[in-house]
């Protein structure tokens, strides 16, 4: 019997704080759920279906490994894209066209890792690229724009010649190319020139990073290297000038990165793909000083963690975009990335985008606008990612599971009760709405439809359009018996047009069950 006195309820508006399923759900914070799969929470006070795929090319063959977004000063942004065992570029508007190596070496093994950077070579936008088990090429305007034939730069191990090396770690920092292999940082000459020499062990830093990962540049901290034991960092005394005997070589931190393209620069720090989860390099700093002890960025998505196919982590990459860092991973019993988790830095928060094999990120400026690109880890086709309603036809699953409420009297049973959804009323769209009851299952309150009571064309004019229109459903409770904790999922896994699926407010309503004494002897 419930008292009709003390009301009970949890008003949650705001799940900008997202996914958290390392802590029971009744213990994450009030900003938390449990689970939060395709919802874009960069809004506070706002969840909305996430933003789809659209196909740029269907290329029908092996899996792509490759793609840079090639933006050159004086000349035609484009993407090229390495699939199979092919290397194609895309100006924007039309297909993709294949490109050579150079006229001896049309292709390359299937499956290979490629490594893609712009440099200034002889005073023009240069593309340089490394495929794993070849040489380097270089790829001026006229080899994209005509033959598509690039020149061979040679490669060797940096011991005897001045080739640069064969690795696939690279960058291009205070007009030099940088490479890392073996535990060294090696420099070429400044530019303008063609990249073949200074590649030796006299020009080089001892970094002592285990294998080599990753490099990248940033103002105050110079170059910084990743590998699979340490990050080392560098800061050249002149811009134009490296000296590895005067420069003071730094490590700033004594653990590894398991995937080189998962390395980022998001904001004022770095972030990658470590043994224990994503970390912020310069976070992990602080906190290792400051606290004695350090967790990583994503330690919240416990499940998700557990869940990584740790033999394919080295093909895992990641992408700053839209004020968000999204990196693919490879899942379950998965060969190739299957699965995307997406941080907010403003609000240290995640959610995990399922239906999307990338391969390899990129971004470009196309029409003055930066868009987010991806290669299929499966079939190589390309992709313009976040982007559109669906993912090139197929719907996106919106699920969010929210945390176990016990109204702040976690011994106290609850009994009746209801559960209000609101929601931004767009179309005849219908979202399922379920319970789960002390763990034991969820179950199926009902359905909400979206369809709103927006002004049709044909009623009589003049009218006036107001705000959003709200739509709000309430779910009862009564029927379920009394209970301790409780909680809420949401789904709509269907297609949704060109409309947004966006959820406000979910409340729940409860009220404290009145004790019932047993077996009290009667005087």
């Not at 960069?42 to 792509?64: C, F, H, I, N, Q």
């Not at 006229?142 to 690795?167: I, K, V």
């Not at 416990?302 to 033999?311: L, N, R």
Request: charged content about 25%; glycine content about 10%; some cysteine.
């Amino acid at each position: 019997m419930a008292s009709d006195d003390r009301q009970l309820y949890a008003i949650r508006r705001d799940i900008s704080g997202g996914m958290n399923n390392r802590q029971i759900g009744s213990d994450i914070k009030d900003t938390q759920v449990t689970v939060l799969y395709n919802i874009d929470i960069s809004v506070p006070g706002e969840a909305k279906k996430r933003p789809g795929t659209t196909l740029v090319e269907d290329l029908g063959d092996d899996a792509g490994r490759g793609i840079y977004g090639f933006m050159p000063i004086n000349g035609t942004d484009r993407l090229i894209v390495q699939h199979g065992a092919k290397l194609e570029e895309w100006p924007g508007t039309f297909t993709l066209d294949e490109r050579k190596f150079n006229e001896r070496k049309t292709d390359f093994t299937p499956g290979a890792d490629v490594t893609m950077l712009k440099v200034i070579e002889n005073g023009e936008d240069t593309l340089l690229v490394k495929v794993e088990g070849n040489n380097w090429f270089s790829f001026t305007q006229a080899n994209l724009d005509g033959t598509g034939s690039g020149t061979d730069l040679g490669s060797d191990t940096g011991s005897s010649t001045d080739d640069p090396y064969d690795t696939s770690v690279a960058h291009y920092f205070r007009q030099r190319l940088w490479l890392l292999k073996d535990n060294l940082l090696s420099w070429s000459d400044v530019a303008p020139q063609s990249y073949t020499g200074s590649f030796n062990t006299a020009n080089a830093y001892k970094v002592d990073v285990g294998e080599e990962r990753a490099l990248i540049s940033i103002r105050d901290t110079g170059i910084i290297s990743f590998g699979s034991d340490a990050i080392y960092g560098v800061n050249p005394a002149d811009a134009t000038m490296a000296n590895a005997a005067t420069d003071k070589v730094e490590k700033l931190l004594d653990i590894g990165c398991v995937a080189g393209k998962t390395v980022c620069q998001v904001g004022d720090d770095v972030l990658f793909m470590a043994p224990d989860g994503v970390r912020g390099l310069f976070r992990s700093q602080q906190d290792k000083l400051q606290l004695g002890a350090s967790y990583p960025l994503s330690f919240v998505l416990k499940e998700q963690y557990e869940d990584i196919s740790w033999a394919y982590i080295n093909k895992a990459c990641a992408v700053f975009f839209d004020n968000k860092y999204f990196i693919a991973l490879p899942t379950s019993s998965s060969t190739y990335n299957n699965q995307v988790w997406v941080y907010y830095p403003a609000t240290q928060a995640w959610m995990v985008i399922t239906g999307w094999k990338v391969g390899a990120w990129t971004k470009i400026v196309l029409n003055g606008q930066e868009k987010l690109y991806y290669v299929d880890a499966n079939d190589g086709s390309v992709y313009r990612a976040w982007y559109g309603y669906d993912d090139n036809g197929t719907a996106i699953n919106y699920q969010e599971e929210g945390r176990s409420e016990h109204f702040d009297k976690r011994l106290v049973k609850k009994c009746g009760g209801e559960l209000r959804i609101r929601a931004l009323a767009t179309g005849d769209y219908d979202l399922g709405i379920y319970i789960d009851i002390d763990g034991n299952g969820y179950l199926l309150l009902g359905t909400m439809n979206l369809d709103g009571n927006a002004p049709n064309l044909d009623i009589a004019l003049p009218f006036f359009l107001g705000a959003e229109n709200i739509k709000q459903k309430v779910f009862h409770l009564d029927s379920y018996g009394p209970f301790t904790e409780i909680k809420y999922k949401i789904v709509h896994n269907a297609l949704n047009g060109s409309d947004d699926i966006k959820i406000y407010e979910r409340t729940f309503i409860t009220y404290p069950e009145e004790y019932q004494p047993e077996n009290v002897s009667q005087s």
